[in-house]
Structures are given as structure tokens and as C-alpha cells.
Nanobody, 119 residues
Framework: QVQLVESGGGLVQAGGSLRLSCAASGRTFNSDIMAWFRQAPGKEREFVAGINWSGAPTNYADSVKVRFSISRDYVKKTVFLQMNSLKPEDTAVYYC????????????WGQGTKVTVSS
């Protein structure tokens, strides 16, 4: 029902910045919750940041709260993740996800975009 397409991943040096984009289409609702997750090789997928289409409130994992910023463009139905002061431990495949407001689970996922931070 909801299609999510990520872009913006790539190779960046430690201390650098990168901005990821997630374009949403299909049967979306203004009440949907959008989020970014990431999964490093051999590790569980973890929550990174979340946002409502209204732009507030936002929610961040403690490990990225100061360095990352999630935002949205309602008109373009696009969610962004601005990543600053990147560290090698940020290396992972980053996924965009969507859940309905009344749901406890994220039922819609993008294909992922790979982020590699070199030292």
C-alpha cells in the first residue's frame, strides 16, 4: 500500500556529512509515522529516528541525537535524515519505514541504502 524509496547513501570520510532521502508514495496518510532504521553487518536492525508528517514530535536514538536530524517535506512526501559528524560505527544499511498511527509495528519498508564511513 505504501512504497518507500531511499537514496543518498554512499562512501564518506569520518567527520563528514551525508543526507538520506526517502520518497513515499501510494496509500499514505497524514497520521503515518515515518522512521529511519539501520542494520550493520552481523547486528540487529535498530531504530535511528522518527517523525510525524506534521514535523513534530521527533524521536532519536541516544547514539545519534546530537549528530543526526530528521525532517520532512510534506508537499513532496519525502523524509530526510541529515547525518553530521559521521563515525565508522555509523556504517550500515539504512532503511526508511512507515507505520500507521494505530499500529505497533512498521509494516512498510524501503529497499535500503548503504552508508559506509571510512576512518
Amino acid at each position: 500500500q505504501v512504497q518507500l524509496v531511499e537514496s543518498g547513501g554512499g562512501l564518506v570520510q569520518a567527520g563528514g556529512s551525508l543526507r538520506l532521502s526517502c520518497a513515499a508514495s501510494g496509500r499514505t496518510f497524514n497520521s503515518d509515522i515515518m522512521a529511519w532504521f539501520r542494520q550493520a553487518p552481523g547486528k540487529e536492525r535498530e531504530f535511528v529516528a522518527g517523525i510525524n508528517w506534521s514535523g513534530a514530535p521527533t524521536n532519536y536514538a541516544d547514539s545519534v541525537k546530537v549528530r543526526f536530524s530528521i525532517s520532512r517535506d510534506y508537499v513532496k512526501k519525502t523524509v530526510f535524515l541529515q547525518m553530521n559528524s559521521l563515525k565508522p560505527e555509523d556504517t550500515a544499511v539504512y532503511y526508511c519505514a512507515c507505520r500507521r498511527r494505530e499500529s505497533a509495528a512498521y509494516d512498510y519498508w524501503g529497499q535500503g541504502t548503504k552508508v559506509t564511513v571510512s576512518s
